[in-house]
């Protein structure tokens, strides 16, 4: 499975991006796919998660209301469309791709076995 993300930049804070994550190799039809962000000196953590098939959505609640992670099926793409982002937002984005991952273990970093490169997002205040 190769995972290319994109989309990444520098914007003022109240601002929007949208991430793409463009998937092949594999079938994704059973895998939930995620974002997770790295920013300096911390640890990754989870953003936003999306069931392939079934579309099921989980969202950290840092990101709830302003985030949102969609799939096109077609494309294999993922995307994130980030709105009223803020200057806390900015980090190293990855998108990811797990199989035979349960709804309650989409937050999690051990549930993803393939990993995108990640882009850079910087939200100036």
């Known amino acids: 499975v190769q995972l290319q993300a994109s989309g990444g930049g520098l914007v003022q804070a109240g601002g929007s991006l949208r991430l793409s994550c463009a998937a092949s190799?594999?079938?994704?039809?059973?895998?939930?796919m995620g974002w997770f962000r790295q920013a300096p000196g911390k640890e990754r953590e989870f953003v936003a998660a999306?069931?392939?098939?079934?579309?099921?959505?989980v969202y950290a609640d840092s990101v709830k209301g302003r985030f949102t992670i969609s799939r096109d099926r077609a494309k294999n793409t993922a995307y994130l469309q980030m709105n009223s982002l803020k200057p806390e937002d900015t980090a190293v984005y990855y998108c990811?791709?797990?199989?035979?991952?349960?709804?309650?273990?989409?937050?999690?970093?051990?549930?993803?076995?393939?990993w995108g490169q990640g882009t850079l997002v910087t939200v100036s205040s």
């Open positions: 990811a791709a797990g199989y035979g991952t349960i709804l309650s273990s989409m937050p999690l970093i051990r549930a993803y076995d393939y």
């Open positions: 190799g594999r079938t994704f039809s059973n895998s939930v």
């Open positions: 999306i069931r392939w098939s079934m579309g099921n959505i």
